[in-house]
């Protein structure tokens, strides 16, 4: 994709601050760092979401994250504990649509960097709850 910043990264195009690359996989400082380390980890193959990537790239970006992710906590001993998110769509936060996890360490609970959690359990009966889990299932491709 020719005007896809990721893809640039990718190619040398751009400047990035790269800590790992191999064959599939690339993965960089995101120039925003939310916390210091955060890292992004991009298939090197286009792809906008998750929603385009198949099981075998799946299995090669996500098998990356614990090498990347252990190195990264490695490298400062302030680190905690760690958010590892990937955003599909505008309305999920993605704002580069080229597939990518972020590694967000964590360094205490003022880091600037927090998620929430609604509880909405009181909002569904059982029998909801049954019907949306079975209606996700028969949608499962091979199940």
Same mark, same amino acid.
């Given at each position: 994709?020719?005007?896809?910043?990721?893809? &640039?990264?990718?190619?040398?195009?751009?400047?990035?601050?790269k800590?790992?690359?191999?064959?599939?996989?690339?993965?960089?400082?995101?120039?925003?760092?939310?916390?210091?380390?955060?890292?992004?980890?991009?298939?090197?193959?286009?792809?906008?979401?998750?929603?385009?990537?198949?099981?075998?790239?799946?299995?090669?970006?996500?098998? &990356?994250?614990?090498?990347?992710?252990?190195?990264?906590?490695?490298?400062?001993?302030?680190? &905690?504990?760690?958010?590892?998110?990937?955003?599909?769509?505008?309305?999920?936060?993605?704002?580069?649509?080229?597939?990518h996890?972020?590694?967000?360490?964590?360094?205490?609970?003022?880091?600037?960097?927090?998620?929430?959690f609604?509880?909405?359990?009181?909002?569904?009966?059982?029998?909801?709850?049954?019907?949306?889990?079975?209606?996700?299932?028969?949608?499962?491709?091979?199940?």
């Amino acid at each position: 994709m020719t005007d896809c910043i990721f893809c &640039k990264i990718i190619n040398n195009e751009i400047p990035s601050r790269k800590i790992y690359e191999d064959d599939d996989v690339v993965a960089f400082l995101d120039i925003t760092q939310v916390t210091p380390g955060h890292t992004l980890v991009v298939p090197k193959k286009h792809v906008s979401d998750i929603f385009e990537v198949d099981e075998v790239l799946a299995a090669t970006v996500a098998g &990356k994250i614990p090498k990347i992710a252990k190195a990264i906590k490695k490298s400062n001993p302030k680190i &905690k504990g760690m958010n590892i998110i990937n955003n599909n769509g505008k309305v999920a936060y993605q704002s580069v649509f080229h597939s990518h996890i972020h590694i967000l360490p964590r360094f205490d609970e003022q880091d600037d960097f927090s998620i929430h959690f609604g509880d909405h359990s009181k909002n569904f009966t059982s029998e909801e709850l049954d019907s949306i889990a079975l209606t996700i299932k028969s949608k499962l491709e091979g199940y």
